[in-house]
């Protein structure tokens, strides 16, 4: 199991949170979330990541132009797209050589069927709850629903999940469940984590001879 935690934007936290070795650490790039980088995280500062540790930005309905900009000037591992981009926005991205994680956002009338069409060009979905805000709700979705998930697409599973929930989501059924985003469930305040509970989350989530160093 991979762990990505995502919406950092102070230095000193991001560095305290590298430190422990997650697999994935998200960045978000869209003006409207409490979260977003701003002036806070540099280009340099991100060179300074590990190459072990993958850089993701995360955006919403962004022209693709400034979606590549970034990518590039930040040297970003992939790009996470939370918003209603489209199949061939998804192409688009795939034509270039920027890879994509796409979100998609439950509630239980979700069907799978529409992941059809993005499944050749995106590198892994994301599952997240769907609320007011692209992202970052703190709420959990229906789990269960992922037991019809059956695309060779690896996903993400994110959206309100807690210190606590590490046991139940290794029991969860279905093998192409490759990693577990966390955000908000685990901050002090918007972009700033909980280091102590990341740190216990790890080591309940992560045999330690799988962990990033």
């Given at each position: ?14 560095e ?85 994680i ?33 992202g ?22 994110s ?8 046991d ?29 509970n ?16």
């Amino acid at each position: 199991m991979k762990l990505k935690v995502c919406g950092l934007n102070n230095p000193q936290n991001v560095e305290d949170i590298v430190s422990l070795g997650p697999d994935y650490i998200g960045f978000i790039f869209y003006p409207g979330s409490k979260r977003y980088v701003s002036n806070y995280i540099s280009p340099e500062f991100l060179s300074k990541i590990p190459s072990s540790i993958k850089k993701v930005g995360v955006f919403v309905d962004e022209e693709i132009n400034e979606v590549e900009r970034i990518f590039r000037t930040y040297k970003l591992d992939y790009v996470q797209l939370h918003g209603n981009e489209s199949p061939k926005y998804c192409i688009r991205l795939f034509l270039i050589n920027v890879p994509v994680i796409k979100v998609f956002s439950f509630d239980d009338t979700f069907e799978f069927k529409k992941l059809d069409t993005y499944a050749p060009f995106c590198s892994y979905f994301l599952f997240d709850s769907k609320g007011i805000m692209p992202g970052g709700n703190g709420k959990k979705f229906n789990w269960s629903l992922i037991e019809d998930y059956d695309l060779n697409v690896p996903f993400f599973l994110s959206g309100g999940i807690g210190p606590n929930d590490a046991d139940i989501i290794k029991d969860l059924p279905n093998e192409m469940l490759y990693a577990v985003d966390i955000n908000s469930s685990f901050e002090s305040e918007p972009g700033i984590k909980n280091v102590q509970n990341i740190e216990k989350f790890i080591r309940s989530i992560k045999p330690i001879n799988q962990r990033v160093i």
